[in-house]
């Protein structure tokens, strides 16, 4: 069976490295323009924290351990609405039974004047970070408070003298937070002094005196260095236009990541597939959605029957000192329970289905460790669905336990079978990063952790 895999990030990797486990045969092939990185790392790259090594996921010894044929810095153009074939930009085609679209998704900015222009760009990609790094940025203006711009907001204020925020919606992060648990954050960034334009939209980019002016929608204008665009993202399906594949925008998928034509399946930011909690399909791009996506789709490729149950909203950050995070139907009001210190940075909503949590939003500060550990059993308890019981009215009278709750519910017991999936580790378990070079210094959160003492 020829497999042919387009794409080399998370999604892709998970699925050709469950693929290699599964099936020892299967002649597979790998496609994409860029290098196999993560993303995710991106933030790290930019600050400083890491060397671009560290961004890397796969070099010519970990695909050979793998036997893939791979074709990195080739774009797949077009698939055969006819044939099983997919045409390259440079003309060749690589024929497959069984095809992996990966392909991601790519930053979009908006339709305004002067967006395409010199000073402008987006964090998405090794490239987008590398031509932020070489331009002025002593004074740089976000495009865009949603997650991503959170995701980049440390490394650039670690990089800039100044860091101003534009948001059309009137508060940040407006699909991760609610906005008293935004107005916790907003007051965090403010008392920094990051600043933040809310309720205006920008309306033009030119220049004024070699830096850049923006127009904003309330009539005002800032004028930066930098302009960085974090306005949303698009998924990348152009190659499939006309081939008899359902997009919606992105591809729609279902519980095996199968899309509407045999023999083609789709993983990660670019698939459209089932919601863990319900509902129509959508879009979830965030990395445990690639993985767990690129893991299902792998054995699936390997011609075993392994169902998805579907992905959980769920976006977690760390920026300025404070951790956020917000999990399943978060914006639900009815049955929630709200607990609030704004003076300690504390704020918590747990969304309850009789007594099942279906929801929640954390924010803490960043060197309490019980947050994050609590953003993993938050997720347990909604992923597994568990009857709380008594537990229900144990979290209303203690909000900052949620670990009792957690073990007498017995979610951990349930999550082990989906956790279990391909167990069967491949080339001794994983790429190891041989060429990086030494870390240059552990950051004061290392410290805190190993001494117990803020760092
Ligand atoms: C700065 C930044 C920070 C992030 N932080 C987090 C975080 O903290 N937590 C989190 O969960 N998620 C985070 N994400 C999101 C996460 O990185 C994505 O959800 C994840 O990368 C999706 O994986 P993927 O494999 O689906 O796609 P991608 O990682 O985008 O990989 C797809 C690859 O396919 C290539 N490709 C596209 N079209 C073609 C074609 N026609 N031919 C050949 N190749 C093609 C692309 O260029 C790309 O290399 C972050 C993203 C960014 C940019």
């Known amino acids: 069976m020829r ?9 892709a990797q998970n699925a050709l490295e469950t693929l290699r486990a599964l099936d020892a045969e299967a002649e597979i092939a790998l496609v994409c323009d860029e290098p196999a990185y993560a993303r995710m790392v991106l933030p790290y790259y930019l600050s400083g924290d890491v060397e671009e ?7 010519d010894a970990w695909w050979e351990t793998l036997r893939v044929e791979t074709h990195f810095g080739r774009r797949v153009a077009a698939l055969d609405p006819a044939a099983d074939r997919l045409r390259l930009d440079d003309g060749s085609e690589l024929a497959f039974d069984r095809l992996l679209v990966a392909t991601g998704s790519r930053a979009a900015r908006p339709d305004v004047p002067g967006a395409e222009g010199e000073g402008v ?96 929608s309330d009539g005002s204008t800032l004028e930066c260095d930098a302009v960085v665009m974090a306005t949303g993202i698009r998924p990348n399906t152009g190659f499939l236009e006309g081939a008899g594949v359902e997009l ?21 930011d670019v698939a459209q597939g089932p ?20 893991r299902v789709a792998g054995a699936n490729l390997a011609g075993e029957d392994v169902a998805y149950a579907g992905s959980l909203t769920m976006n977690v950050l760390a920026a300025q000192g404070l951790e956020a995070a917000s999990l399943g139907r978060w914006e639900q009001d009815e049955d929630a329970m709200v607990v609030e210190n704004a ?12 007594d099942r949590l279906v929801g929640g939003i954390l924010v803490g500060p960043t060197v309490a460790v019980t947050g994050m550990n609590d953003v993993g059993m938050l997720k347990g308890l909604i992923q597994t669905g568990v009857r709380l019981g008594p537990w229900k009215r144990y979290l209303a009278e203690n909000p900052l336990d949620l670990r009792r709750a957690y073990v007498a519910s017995g979610a951990a017991k349930e999550l082990l079978g989906s956790t279990l999936l391909a167990g069967r580790a491949v080339g001794g378990g994983g790429f190891r990063f041989p060429r990086l070079p030494a870390r240059r210094a552990r950051s004061s959160h290392h410290a805190t952790l190993l001494s117990g003492a803020p760092g």
Do not use: C
């Open 248 to 268: 919606d925008p992105a591809v729609l998928v279902d519980d095996h990541l199968r899309t509407s034509r045999a023999g083609v399946f789709a993983a990660g």
């Open 53 to 59: 090594a560290a961004l890397h996921t796969g070099d």
């Open 343 to 354: 003076a300690n940075h504390i704020y918590r909503k747990y969304v309850f289905e009789d």
């Open 275 to 294: 919601d863990l909690l319900g509902g129509p399909r959508r879009v979830q791009a965030i990395q445990p959605v690639a993985v767990d996506h690129g």
């Open 3 to 11: 497999h042919v895999i387009v794409g080399a990030g998370p999604a």
């Open 121 to 216: 760009v987006d964090l998405w990609t090794l490239a987008d970070a590398n031509a932020f790094l070489a331009g002025p940025h002593r004074d740089v203006v976000i495009v865009g408070a949603g997650f991503i711009a959170f995701t980049i907001l440390d490394a650039v204020a670690r990089r800039a003298e100044r860091v101003r925020f534009l948001e059309l919606e009137p508060q940040i992060l407006p699909r991760m937070l609610d906005p008293a648990a935004a107005a916790l954050l907003s007051a965090r960034l403010e008392s920094l002094g990051i600043e933040l334009h809310t309720g205006a939209s920008l309306e033009e980019i030119g220049e004024a005196g070699g830096r850049r002016r923006l127009s904003l």
